[in-house]
């Protein structure tokens, strides 16, 4: 039961000892509408005091070993008997224990004698003071409570008489005791920081005559020197005394909000001035702060902007609820989606988003920063494009290929599937390259791939491998029937030709085709195995496509068996030259010998040229061949001139990666030097085609051999570009008829036509010609007749040894074949010769090898 309890009956504890009075007084004060408990004595009243709580303590000072006033102190001692109104009741004449008695807490006096009756409104009385007190002083405890959480304090300034009161919570901020303080104006503008001792006196003043009073923030300098800022505010108010004003007021350390609100400013500055967009939104998804850079992002205002949804921001289909846990667990939520701008353009962005939660974890809202990465996705995917995708022509380039075919060999071996690899390689383009361009090469490959792209289906996939290679990987044909068929379509998009730079120009590929799971059952396997067959679509004469095929796979085994033996064969050196002799019809004399390779391989035993060369040259081991050839030609006929033949000339074929060497020139003027031979003695020979495959540069190239004074031939004439207007332009000595004209020179008019037209021709260029392969006789005549200048051939002399055709340099022969006279060389095939019989009838015609001489 407490004081609000409806009809509550206040409680009083009379401590007493005279029984007689307290019947009295518990009578009347009971029937005064009170309750009423006693402490029989006051020996201890207290845990009667504690354990009742009386709204009233009625106290008898005097009596018997009476400690009554003891007993008051220690009632007001207890933080319950703070405010416990104490009448004390008193004999008549006890001014100095009344006295006494309200040191040590007494609220009023009555005299023992006084009327019962009067007792109760005595008490009331008291009981009323005793609850306003109570109130009173809650509230005043109250305020400090706040003010000393608000940092708060209060003063009150009197211009009349100079006093300024300040609270306790004004001396907390001060740092300052009550004990110290003047209590004057002075005393607190001390306090104030010298700077601003004026502005406050300035504000007080101009405040006692302004009813708006004032409201200004000064630093002050605490009891311990540090300085604090705080906002003044006062206002005046009258004294009561007529035309007299007081100051009121208040003082606020508001260094921390003040530093806190500077923080804050200094924040958002430098939010605002962030590149990166930043939104705050409500726990409704409301924006209530976004930065200029996310409404400029998105082509708005920032105001336009405050209120609205935040997943507005986002393209329909990218528009959702943040999912309800990321809301709560409080972890930072990265991801990337499609925004839209006020003009509808969608862009890449960078979502960051922090749920912001409040003490109890409740969400409040979420911080989201956004990141335009349009050009961040547009460099991915260059770059992706660059390390995946082939720059000219745009298709996937090798890597990408890989990948997938690994992926697709997987599957189609989970699946049961067949897959074919279909490699396509360019025929000649390395002749388009050096004719046209580089820039018309690019443009060809890219017509090619267009024409592929349109020529397969789309779950087939087509890649530029680099260079002139293309693969397509078809993936829905398991029938090879219909894989050669879809390989012939490819071919076929050849047939028309191409329009590059304004010239017509004609292409034609080759293609191998390997088939997963019958051919090869890895990538890289299946890779090797369509190159192989492309290899030999190729070599069996390009603008067709072979099927992989195990003979094939040992055939490219042999050639790199081949290939590893060649490279060891110039280290072990087991290549060795023979020397065709060469004759001048008119003269009979032996003039010249054509320089040929020879190699004895231990693995493979005895080589012709025919066997090796195209791969000396497909691996670019020709270099270093060439070069000891040339070297060793040299050497050779630098002897010969030494032993009295210094006419004589040796002619040393020349291919075409030699001539295309950067060095060329260089090193054959270094060979030169080297071995001391007379430029005159060397012939260097050129198929019609090595010639024109790159004209222009050609062409410099044998005016600087030239130059060095070296003779130069074209080999294999007839059989190449046979343009009797080119020959005018390069600076050769000789040209050699192909011996397929040779043949039949006898027995055809056409070829003997063509032999006497290029003999012609020759002559009125004031060029030699040399006829190769003469086989007989009859050949040897009409050769002669027709004019040739010089002859080589097996009816005349095998490639032989150098010592072998030493013997018979400068020897005399003269015996008649016809108008010819034929003398009896010699037999470069005896039994014992370690080099191959001669092909063809020749060998069987005669064992004897001839030189002739034109009769008379
Ligand atoms: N780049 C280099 N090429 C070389 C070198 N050595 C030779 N070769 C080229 O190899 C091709 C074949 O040469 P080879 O097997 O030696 O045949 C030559 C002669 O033996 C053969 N020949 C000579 N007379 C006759 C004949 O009456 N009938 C007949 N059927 N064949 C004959 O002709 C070959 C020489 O021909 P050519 O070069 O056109 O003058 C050959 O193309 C050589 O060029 C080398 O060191 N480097």
């Not at 207290?46 to 354990?51: A, G, Q, R």
């Not at 349009?374 to 290929?401: C, H, Q, V, W």
């Amino acid at each position: 039961m407490t004081e609000t309890t409806p009809n509550y009956l206040p409680l009083i504890l009379i401590v007493d000892h005279d029984d007689l009075s307290h019947g009295m007084v518990q009578k009347s004060l009971e029937k005064g509408g009170f309750r009423t408990v006693r402490a029989p004595d006051h020996t201890d009243p207290l845990p009667l005091f504690i354990e009742k709580q009386p709204d009233l303590v009625l106290l008898e000072l005097e009596g018997p070993g009476c400690t009554g006033l003891e007993s008051c102190r220690r009632i007001r001692s207890l933080v319950l008997g703070r405010h416990t109104p104490i009448l004390v009741v008193t004999g008549n004449d006890e001014g100095d224990l009344v006295h006494r008695a309200f040191e040590a807490g007494a609220s009023d006096f009555v005299a023992k004698s006084g009327n019962p009756d009067l007792l109760v409104y005595r008490a009331r009385c008291l009981m009323r003071n005793g609850r306003l007190l109570k109130n009173l002083q809650q509230s005043e405890d109250r305020l400090a409570r706040v003010q000393q959480i608000a940092r708060l304090g209060d003063w009150e300034w009197s211009p009349e008489n100079g006093r300024f009161w300040k609270s306790q919570q004004m001396f907390a901020i001060l740092g300052t005791s009550q004990e110290a303080d003047s209590g004057t104006l002075t005393g607190f503008l001390q306090q104030v920081a010298p700077k601003d001792r004026d502005l406050v006196r300035e504000h007080f003043e101009r405040a006692l005559d302004d009813p708006a009073g004032c409201d200004f923030e000064c630093r002050i300098v605490r009891g311990d020197g540090s300085e604090r800022l705080v906002w003044i505010y006062g206002r005046r108010e009258p004294t009561g005394a007529p035309r007299s004003v007081h100051l009121l007021g208040t003082l606020q350390d508001v260094t921390e909000v003040r530093r806190s609100e500077a923080r804050s400013r200094m924040l958002k500055e430098a939010v605002d001035s962030l590149q990166i967009g930043i939104t705050f939104s409500d726990a409704h998804g409301r924006i209530v702060y976004l930065n200029p850079a996310e409404a400029r992002m998105h082509g708005f205002e920032v105001e336009e902007l405050i209120g609205r949804e935040a997943r507005a921001f986002a393209a329909t289909p990218h528009r959702r609820q943040t999912p309800p846990n990321r809301l709560t667990d409080g972890t930072t939520w990265r991801r990337e989606s499609v925004n839209v701008r006020r003009n509808g353009e969608e862009f890449p962005v960078l979502l960051t988003s922090i749920p912001v939660l409040d003490r109890e974890q409740r969400y409040l809202g979420i911080v989201t920063t956004c990141e335009d990465i349009s050009e961040r996705k547009e460099n991915e995917e260059r770059i992706n494009r660059l390390a995946y995708y082939d720059n000219l022509t745009g298709l996937p380039n090798r890597s990408m290929f890989l990948e997938r075919l690994h992926q697709c060999l997987a599957q189609a071996g989970r699946d049961g599937d067949v897959l074919s690899l279909v490699f396509l390689d360019l025929d000649n383009f390395k002749d388009i390259n050096d004719t046209l361009g580089h820039g018309a090469g690019d443009k060809l490959l890219y017509e090619v791939a267009l024409r592929l792209s349109e020529c397969i289906r789309e779950s087939d996939l087509l890649a530029r491998l680099g260079g002139d290679e293309f693969v397509v990987l078809l993936t829905s044909i398991s029938c090879q029937d219909r894989v050669a068929a879809a390989v012939q379509r490819m071919l076929d998009i050849f047939q028309e030709p191409f329009e590059i730079e304004g010239r017509t120009v004609y292409s034609s590929a080759s293609i191998g085709i390997a088939l997963f799971p019958d051919d090869s059952h890895d990538a890289s396997s299946l890779f090797r195995s369509a190159d192989t067959a492309m290899y030999h679509a190729k070599s069996e004469g390009r603008g067709r496509f072979r099927f992989f095929s195990e003979e094939m796979n040992h055939k490219i085994l042999h050639r790199v068996a081949l290939e590893n033996a060649l490279r060891q064969g110039l280290e072990r050196g087991e290549f060795f030259l023979h020397y065709q002799p060469q004759w001048d019809l008119r003269t009979n004399r032996m003039v010249g010998a054509e320089v040929l390779l020879r190699w004895q391989s231990a693995d493979f035993g005895l080589m012709l040229p025919s066997e090796f060369i195209s791969l000396t040259e497909d691996s670019g081991l020709i270099l270093g061949i060439g070069e000891w050839v040339l070297r060793s030609a040299c050497q050779q006929a630098r002897l010969w001139a030494r032993q009295g033949h210094p006419e004589f000339r040796v002619a040393v074929n020349v291919s075409s990666k030699q001539l295309k060497q950067q060095d060329f020139v260089a090193m054959l003027n270094q060979v030169i030097l080297e071995t001391g031979v007379d430029p005159k003695s060397l012939e260097l020979e050129f198929t019609e085609s090595v010639i024109m495959e790159n004209a222009e540069r050609t062409i410099e190239t044998l005016e600087a051999l030239k130059d060095m004074g070296v003779q130069l031939s074209i080999d294999d004439f007839g059989t190449g570009y046979s343009s009797l207007n080119y020959l005018k332009h390069f600076p050769v000595d000789r040209i050699k008829i192909d011996r397929s004209f040779v043949a039949d020179v006898s027995r055809s008019t056409d070829d003997a036509a063509i032999v006497e037209a290029i003999i012609t021709m020759a002559q009125s260029l004031s060029l030699k010609v040399l006829a190769e392969g003469v086989e007989n006789s009859d050949q040897l005549h009409h050769l002669s007749q027709l004019g040739c200048d010089e002859v080589q051939g097996f009816y005349l002399a095998m490639p032989m040894p150098a010592d072998a055709l030493e013997g018979s340099l400068g020897r005399e022969h003269g015996r008649r074949v016809g108008k010819h006279e034929v003398t009896e060389w010699f037999d470069s095939r005896s039994d014992a010769s370690p080099w191959p019989a001669a092909p063809s009838h020749s060998a069987k015609s005669s064992r004897k090898i001839c030189a002739v001489r034109e009769n008379g």
